[in-house]
């Protein structure tokens, strides 16, 4: 009777275990299956891409080793385009201005962006409203904000500097080569600000508020809050704005053309603009050197960013 007990035990033990295996594989094969639906949205959006971006770039960097100028036949040179790109005057002066022009405006950007940040998320009547107003800049055309300043700047400023008798200012400073580039910087951060005070905004929120209560019972002024709580605890944001910030400025274009062309000559020419306007003048090849070097540099950057905002998500 025990040895008929223990067998019948064993046998449904082995039934168990022998039922239990197909099943667990058929759960593993289902979690491993791919939905039809995921491939239907993502096969059309993978081939755009791919003949829209991927293939173009590939081509044009295959091109900036050739003499091509865009279209007919062309034949391979190897690296003279690039080493021309590095001794060409008109290149490196691009390069100045847009990195120059980015750095200034990263910090003119943030700084501004930070302290209405601060002023916005304090105790004040109407900061929702004022808050709406603030990011109205971000939601017009780039090239629509430059023809208005543009306007303002060769038109309205040297009038009201007349008016008062301010010498320096009674000619546009956009015809000036020593001065456009503030109005590049003015007209830009008058458009970057709103998005990155929206960062910031959220990165006070963020903060506690018993933080801010302890720090005023032990006497902490303002600015020692800010010092102290305020920045160390928004640093994250703060150098997600600065990584972002400086890599979009790289590429600026449309308001540089809305306000100045790239002049006066070409003392505000950036380096988006000279690529444009090398594949308009037949220099395709050349040009391409050029991008395929700015995209290089765009890369660097983008790599900085991944490993800068690491782990920030979720402050």
Known sequence: MATTTTEAVTTAGRRRRGGAAPRLQSVTHRRKRIDPL?????????VLFTLAITLPAVMGIVLSFTNSVGFGEFRFIGLTNYVAVFSDPAILQAYLFTIGFSLVTVIVVNA?????????TSKIRGKIALRAVFVLPMVISGIVIAYVFSFLFANSLPALATALGFGPLEQSILANPDLAWIAIV????WQAIPSTLLIYIAGVLSIPGEVYEAAALDGASSWRQLVSITAPLTAGYILINLVIGFKNFLNSYDIIVGLTDGGPGTSTTSVAMSIF????????????????????????????QLRATRGKAAL
């Open 38 to 46: 995921f491939l239907a949205f993502l096969l059309p959006t993978l």
């Open 112 to 120: 501004v962006a930070f302290l209405l940040a601060i002023a916005l």
């Open 186 to 189: 003015i007209v830009t951060a």
């Open 277 to 304: 306007k090398g594949f308009n003048g037949g220099d395709y090849a050349y040009q391409m050197a050029n991008a395929t070097i700015f995209f290089v540099i765009a890369v660097v950057i983008a790599v900085i």
